[in-house]
């Protein structure tokens, strides 16, 4: 490739229109505009395109990370020869996200193992490739900050958290018997969410078992209502798809090669 130099006049404009960005592939989309004999307009749209795409890049990273989620659990890394069943339709509507612009839940129910946190974690990276927030919090997690929250008078503004994002993911939901301050907590913010924003919540126990892990029945009757009355099921079966996430060494191939 022909190499090409940026004037300095161009650099420094670049940089007072906080543009600089564009200097890191200019070059390349210049000696391709010229091998194609682009006209003004097309170069122009290319290179705008280019930091287009890295401001959109940049702020898809910055809400995963407030999202708190895991970056390498995206809906392309999925191994599609992982032996576990569930709806691949339903899956494949999930990632629409009309659920979210439905205001739906989703339950993702499962034994242990089988990708449940990994579907909740990809639906919500979606979630931030197009524009919306999200929160991924393990529920005891968040349960033992919202108490922690309430001794340094912080607990409104925490609490706040989990309702003002368009998708909520509770992960490993239901496992721990919650006491009478833990199950307020819950029922606070699916009551808060119903009909205004979407909860994702991975469970390797049936919503009915959810009932007997709240303190109140009453309160418990009501949360666990509303969410699975306005909610998707994927029920996922199959062996751990952790298996496949485990780090492999080649030491032992290599040692039996020689």
Known sequence: MTEIDISPDLKKLLRRLKLSPMLETMPERLVLARQQKLSHEQFLELVISDEVQRRDLLS?????????????????????????????????????LRFIENRHNVLILGPVGVGKSFMGNALAYIACRRGMSALMLRTDKLLKELRASRLDHTYEQELRKCFVVDLLVLDDFGIDQLDATESRDIYEIIFERHRVGSTVVTSNRDPQEWLGTMTDPLRAQSAIDRLQNSAYELVIDGESYRKRQKPKWKGNDAATKQ
């Open 60 to 96: 898809t990273r910055t809400r995963a990370r407030r999202a708190k989620l895991d970056p390498a659990m995206v809906v392309e890394a999925w191994d599609d020869t992982a032996k576990v069943t569930f709806d691949h339709n339903l899956w494949g509507e999930l990632q629409t």
